[in-house]
């Protein structure tokens, strides 16, 4: 299994560009998440999707939408970028049952994005 | 609302020094799980260990082991016999909501071991 791969692994976008990052996971999870990473901080979630066709905001959703048509694909899209959006950004899975949680969340190895 | 604190931003030690680090919690629920992910300068996570709350028992796994004291809402990570690889950012994270299973990170201690 690859577990969970990102592309691209770098990217430098101008002011009001977009731009799709790929999620994409083979482990047959249901839960899968974006987070970004901003330097010397934690990460902060920007969406999460709990099954195919199912999708919620986490704590930083603006400027962000996304979109879960199988199970294993979860791309997140910056419409108009912006500086505030210069970040790493990390997808994960995780594979829990409706209602029970606990379980570990699987990282992909992150997209570093500039906007300028 | 839940919290995750990590007051130590940075921590350095020379290579065989013990290392402990802290992590404090805030949350309403009385089922709630709290995770440590290591963060090594290659930029990957690498999840290190999961604890429910009903579950207090401390736990080691080679140099790594585990406090959960939920008196104190704590539960912290302490290293034994640091080596110059335990160099990395260490994450603590909550998940109180078994709904969307989502996880509040704290802001990261960066541990620097020196040969």
């Known amino acids: 299994n690859a577990g969970v791969t990102q592309t691209p692994k770098f990217r430098i976008l101008k002011i009001g560009q977009s731009m799709t990052l790929q999620c994409t996971q083979d482990?047959?999870?249901?839960?899968m998440y974006w987070y970004r990473q901003d330097p010397g901080m934690g990460l902060k979630l920007i969406y999460y999707s709990v099954g195919a066709g199912i999708t919620d905001k986490g704590e930083v959703p603006n400027g962000y939408n996304v979109s879960r048509s199988t199970t294993e694909d979860f791309p997140l899209r910056l419409e108009l970028a912006a500086p505030s959006q210069t970040s790493v950004y990390f997808c994960?899975?995780?594979?829990?049952?409706?209602?029970?949680?606990?379980?570990?969340?699987?990282f992909g190895p992150g997209t570093r994005l500039t906007v300028t | 609302a839940q919290k995750v604190t990590q007051a130590q931003t940075e921590i350095s030690v020379v290579e065989k020094e013990d290392v402990t680090l802290d992590c404090v919690y805030e949350?309403?629920?009385?089922?709630?799980?709290l995770f440590w992910y290591k963060q090594p300068p290659s930029g990957e996570l690498v999840f290190l260990i999961r604890r429910n709350s009903f579950d207090e028992q401390n736990e080691i796994s080679g140099r790594y082991s585990w406090n959960f004291q939920k008196s104190t809402s704590s539960f912290n990570f302490t290293i034994t016999a640091s080596q110059v690889v335990d160099s990395a950012v260490y994450f603590c994270a909550l998940s109180e909501d078994p709904v969307n299973n989502d996880m509040r990170f704290g802001a990261g201690t960066r541990l620097t071991v020196k040969p």
């Open positions: 994960a899975s995780t594979l829990a049952g409706y209602g029970t949680g606990g379980y570990e969340q699987y």
């Open positions: 949350t309403r629920d009385t089922t709630y799980y």
């Open positions: 482990m047959n999870h249901n839960y």
